[in-house]
């Protein structure tokens, strides 16, 4: 089988830990990397089932110690068979409205249950505010869409008891992947947009064609190796490049609220963040320019509103630039 065209072969090489990022940075990348999962095929469950049960609970005794953290945990139950987690921190006021939506990653198969409660204590400690954790359905038992079905009913419940402009949507890798989604699909159902997303390092293709993919295969710390297999467990048949699947291909022209994006650059995520960066950038100026034009074109005796339509899309165009390497 012969290679693609321009295939580069790199010879071995000692890659050092650099000295301009922190030193808890170092730390981390210092440690070896994950070790590489072998995982089940496709039509063997229990295996899956049996897999995934080993790696959440070694993650759980590394995380025991996280149990005593000062919050209080209130379970929710959510239409159709997920879970939320909704935790406040010692010391919040009663009057606090603030809510961050956070949705957790896991490669859609792991951290779920307690492992999602634990994990979104140290988010609402960290952030000083209540945080709703979704707990939502994974394969093999619940594939696409039983996650996204999930968070969509959380958004739902949480819109129920707060106004949009209080609710913040988050997740990190596979979480950032659902954030996404969520946040079109949401937009395409007719609800409203929250006031921020935050998508930290968001698997946001599940194509895995970004070239990270690639190159940083073996210097990530947490991610050893491709995820294509639990993509493809996911999403049981469905096209990986669909937008609801891969958020990186859905249309951001019709709006999208303020976004940060975080990355690193030993992350086996950073194309899909800046990939997903630059379709942000990309659909929110073409909106803007169309709003602007079709102003121009149609309400020659209005220019206030021309002026306000050009610094909304401006705006969204700014906020949406936040991308940390």
Known sequence: MSEPRGTIRLPAR?????????????????????????????????AWRAMIAAHDGAIAAMMAGRA???????????AGGGRVYEITPAGLGDGDERVYLDIHGGGFIHGGGELCATMAAGTAIRMAARVWAVDYRMPPDHPFPAALDDCLAAYQALLAERPPERIIIGGASAGGNLAAALILRARD????????????TPAADLTEAGDSHQTNLGLDPLIPGSGKQSFLLYAAGRDLGHPCLSPLNGDFTKGF?????????RDMLLSDTVLLHRALRRDLAAAAHNRAAAGDRGREGEPARHAQARRHGAGQLRRSRALHL
Not at 18 to 34: I, L, W
Not at 68 to 78: E, F, H, I, S, W
């Open 257 to 265: 609220p303020p976004a940060i994006l975080t990355t690193g650059t």
């Open 189 to 200: 159902e007719g609800l409203p947009l929250p006031a921020a997303a935050v998508l930290l």
């Open 14 to 46: 000692d890659i050092p830990v650099p000295s301009t990022v922190s030193r808890e940075a170092q730390a981390v990348m210092a440690n070896p990397p994950a070790e590489r999962v072998e995982f089940p095929a496709l039509d063997d469950p229990e």
């Open 68 to 78: 005593g953290a000062p919050v209080t945990v209130v379970n929710r139950d959510l």
